[in-house]
């Protein structure tokens, strides 16, 4: 069996309890070494093999793969966050399947969920937006016209940007073109729950001065939207006058319909 296991987005303690007892099983480990935390690797055991991605081609993962499945051993694919967000892991699925070759996906946190805790936000406001754009900057690998940032950018919805920390001045033209204002709240996180994480705020006018001045050119996720601002309406999830499955409205104090209600009595 070939487990792809999503290492988490940094920090070793944040791979799934799933993830850490497949590592301790396996035989052989193969993991993403440009982007995971070596300190994953302590999961596994003295005998298991181990192998660095990084230095390799999908044809020579793939031997790996079929020389060890031939032998009946169990195989972790490591991937970076969760490997569904830019992993490339529909290629190696592909193969196995051609193969013949079980394998099962194990999820992970990803790098856009540890970037959030680093800036203490929340994606999703009430008022403000309920849709999160997971994107890139087109580059060495091109990124289809009807998803450039600029189209998405006139959606004003939280955006998270992957893979375009090097291209900051491309990506502010993008997103000031496509509607964002110049004074729109924005972010850099770099290695969002490593050791040396970093915040850099700035705006989206500002984005490519920040990126500069810190010397931010990868390894970090670029956040942009009013969710990093301070005006946002309360949910109604609490609100003590809307009815959940869970929870009848109350009526509604007093002092509630009037608030001048107690200093008049």
Not at 217 to 238: E, M, R
């Amino acid at each position: 069996m070939v487990h792809i296991v999503g290492a988490g987005c940094g920090a070793a303690d944040l791979i799934t309890v799933r993830g850490a007892r497949l590592l301790e099983k396996a035989d052989v480990i193969i993991y993403a070494g440009s982007l995971v935390n070596p300190r994953l690797l302590d999961y596994a055991s003295r005998d298991c093999l181990i192998y660095n991605s990084a230095k390799m081609t999908l044809d020579q993962v793939i031997d790996v793969i079929r020389d060890a499945d031939s032998k009946g051993l169990d195989i972790v694919r490591l991937h970076t966050g969760d490997p569904c967000l830019y992993g490339a892991i529909r290629e190696q699925m592909d193969r196995l399947d051609h193969l013949g070759i079980p394998y099962e996906n194990c999820p992970g946190v990803s790098s856009f969920s540890g970037a959030a805790a680093a800036l203490q936000a929340e994606y999703t406001l009430p008022g403000i937006s309920q849709s999160v754009v997971i994107t890139r900057m087109a580059g060495r690998t091109p990124v289809p016209e009807r998803e450039s940032i600029r189209s998405f950018a006139s959606h004003q919805a939280t955006m998270v940007i992957f893979l375009s920390t090097g291209m900051t001045e491309a990506v502010q033209n993008e997103l000031l073109e496509g509607g964002y204002d110049e004074d729109t709240p924005a972010a850099i996180v770099y290695k969002a729950t490593w050791p040396d994480q970093k915040v850099v705020r700035c705006t989206c006018g500002t984005l490519h001065k920040a990126a500069e001045e810190n010397g931010l050119q990868n390894l970090a996720l670029i956040t942009v939207g009013n969710f990093l601002g301070d005006d946002y309406q309360l949910s109604k999830l609490y609100d003590p006058s809307f009815t959940t499955g869970f929870r009848k409205a109350s009526e509604l104090s007093s002092e509630e319909k009037d608030p001048e209600a107690g200093a008049k009595q």
